[in-house]
């Protein structure tokens, strides 16, 4: 077991006195979310009518919920703290978070093909005095108004991938021409991935809509999303399907929570219908949806619902309970995400065409994003979704290109043992400033012999300094960094970098390591482990050197990127890991990290597994024996007893 201690609040040293440290009760940041009433608005070009009002009906709340952290026992015995505010600024001994901690992986380098290019400055991002702090994915201390009782000030563009089939194309653009949501905010961007004929707007559209078509590099609805998204000048960026018929609420009942913050990812709910008498025409969805009676469009008894996506809602109180997956539920058809966050993420990667939504969500998710899913933005799907036509060969097709994108996906790559992947699991950030090469060099070379596969490293150092001019090869003041360079240069695990990043997203762990510690063979997969089972955002080893205390930090990317996103000007960015996502110290020298003198060499490793798979194979004949003796029958048994008792009053009554 590590050696472990949760801390809370105000009791939470920042220094590592050498008392025992307490942990406090749990944090409660409970909370419902309500759910209102709907408005009518007429809005869109439309042909001239009058338009009736209506009322739509209450949506019932997601519920309650509590975020609780459970009591710890201390282990670690530190002096005596020095009693301080939670908030008041620290003096402590972990690494200053501006410093030389993390370095950008060569993912983030690779892995932006829908990179939105800094020329907009759409979605401004809100202050971090107004962002509210949302624990884990538990959006419960979030309180939308009710639809229709509050004025709007984002402006939204929805966005619309469209490849033929113009007929379900002009139903969802009368939908959204009766939204509820004010039309001076509204934009609708139709994207034309290369239909022939080519598409157009029909008689019924929103007020604010246009048509573009992609251009001749690429295809599928991932381009078409992205160059949607460039196109878009709304604060948030809408996906919608082009075979939807939204309700008339469903802008503005996700639209509400994004007013709240600008790191949510709110998701829609629809409905599969198929039309056994053919569609309904324009003009009658556009006259349902004004006149309040979109429910009627279809029955509702022979639709189908989002069996997967409504089940695992369902079953984490509306997700506020599925931590770090959450994820997983960014799902095509419908969802909206704030312009800033969608920048930050990369926007879509173009390079997949297929699932490009979940993987969207991923990268969300490292950005800090929390996922809402609101059951007033309904809508009605034309026809079933690719997943229901054909799940088993689009899983075929989808498992190579999402298992290097994905990889909380641990299933699929273990059917990849030894591979390398697109994105790691861990990043681990050794800092070779100032350091011999020898400790640089053990500790990069054990994290690379981890049982971890998925983990690569990124090393910290002014490379660039490095040049080619003649020097002493042998008294060159530089020549420790050279040679890590050169042990390390060809091994595709390993990037160097000149500076450290924020975060290592979108790898959703990062490991900061000091050079000379070397993490045992399993570490790695430990404190994953860890993290994953008690959703920490953070696991701090310690570790005592001669000249003090070091700290090596075991991150989650997501908790690391919300705290930079919430903090205030002067508070410290541990405060605000442990207060959304908690955080744990344990001792590091017990449990996964040794002095690289200490540390077994690769070889060793080997050796060692395979001494122990021996003994295993010994103790499984043994164990395969005494099993055999127990099935034998009860005679053959009586008769070894009996045999044996012979035997010793034998010896017995034998001379001596």
């Avoid at 139709?190 to 707007?201: C, F, I, T, W």
Wanted: aromatic share 6%; net charge positive; with cysteine.
């Amino acid at each position: 077991m590590p050696c472990s201690v949760r801390l809370s609040g105000a009791d939470r040293p920042h220094d590592l006195p050498e008392g025992a440290l307490r942990a406090d009760g749990p944090l409660d940041l409970g909370g419902n979310v309500r759910h209102g009433e709907t408005r009518p608005r007429c809005g869109g070009r439309v042909p001239a009518r009058p338009a009736p009002c209506r009322r739509g009906a209450r949506r019932p709340p997601h519920g309650g919920g509590r975020a609780d952290l459970r009591r710890a026992q201390p282990r670690l015995r530190p002096p005596p703290p020095r009693r301080r505010a939670h908030l008041e600024p620290a003096r402590h001994l972990l690494p200053p978070r501006g410093g030389p901690a993390v370095a950008r992986t060569p993912v983030q380098l690779l892995h932006h093909p829908g990179a939105i290019p800094p020329a907009r400055d759409r979605g401004r991002p809100m202050s971090t005095s107004e962002a509210p702090r949302i624990r884990h994915n538990d959006y419960g201390t979030l309180a939308p108004p009710k639809i229709g009782e509050w004025e709007p000030r984002l402006s939204v563009s929805v966005v619309i991938p469209a490849y033929g089939n113009q007929e379900k194309l002009d139903l969802t653009l009368a939908s959204l021409a009766a939204q509820t949501y004010p039309s001076r905010l509204l934009e609708v961007v139709v994207v034309d991935d290369g239909s022939a004929p080519p598409l157009r707007l029909p008689e019924i559209v929103p007020e604010r809509a246009r048509l573009i078509r992609t251009g001749g590099d690429g295809w599928g609805r991932a381009h078409a999303c992205r160059t949607g998204s460039l196109a878009a000048d709304g604060d948030v960026v809408h996906w919608l399907d082009a075979d939807l018929i939204a309700f008339p609420e469903h802008v503005e009942a996700q639209l509400r929570w994004h007013h709240l913050a600008d790191y949510l990812a709110v998701l829609g709910y629809k409905r599969f219908v198929e039309a056994d008498e053919g569609w309904p025409t324009p003009q009658a969805v556009f006259e349902a949806i004004e006149g309040g009676s979109a429910e009627k469009l279809f029955d509702l008894g022979r639709s189908r619902r989002h069996e997967w996506v409504e089940d695992m809602i369902d079953a984490t109180d509306g997700l506020r309970k599925h931590g770090s997956r959450s994820f997983r539920v960014h799902v095509g058809a419908t969802a909206s995400v704030h312009a800033s966050l969608l920048k930050a993420a990369g926007g879509m990667d173009d390079s997949l065409v297929l699932g490009e939504d979940v993987e969207l969500g991923y990268r969300l998710a490292q950005r800090g994003a929390v996922f809402v899913p609101e059951p007033a933005a309904r809508s009605w799907h034309l026809g079933p979704s690719t997943q229901m036509r054909d799940e088993e060969r689009l899983t075929r097709h989808n498992e190579p290109y999402l298992s290097h994108r994905l990889p909380m996906h641990r299933d699929w790559r273990r059917r990849g043992t030894g591979r390398q992947w697109l994105v790691p699991c861990v990043d681990v950030v050794v800092d070779a400033r100032g350091r011999p090469h020898e400790e640089v060099r053990a500790t990069v070379g054990a994290v690379l012999a981890s049982t971890l596969p998925d983990a690569a490293v990124t090393i910290v150092g002014p490379w660039s300094g490095l040049g080619g001019e003649r020097r002493a090869p042998l008294d060159d003041p530089l020549l420790d960094l050279r040679l890590t360079r050169a042990a390390f240069a060809h091994d595709g695990r390993v990037t160097f970098a000149e500076e450290a990043a924020p975060t290592s997203a979108p790898a959703p762990f990062r490991l900061t390591c000091p050079p000379g510690w070397a993490p045992t063979f399993d570490a790695l997969q430990r404190l994953l482990e860890l993290a994953e089972t008690e959703d920490f955002g953070a696991v701090l080893l310690a570790l005592p050197e001669a000249d003090g205390l070091k700290v090596a930090r075991f991150e989650r990317t997501a908790a690391v990127a919300r705290a930079l996103a919430v903090r205030t000007d002067g508070e410290d960015l541990d405060d605000v890991v442990y207060a959304t996502y908690g955080s744990v110290w344990i001792d590091g020298t017990e449990w996964a990290l040794v002095p690289a003198a200490d540390a077994a060499p690769p070889s060793r490793r080997t050796e060692d597994l395979l001494t122990w798979k021996k003994r295993a194979e010994r103790w499984e004949a043994e164990a395969d024996r005494l099993r055999r003796k127990l099935r034998a029958p009860l005679s053959t048994k009586l008769l070894e007893a009996a045999h044996g008792r012979t035997s010793r009053l034998r010896r017995r009554k034998e001379p001596r």
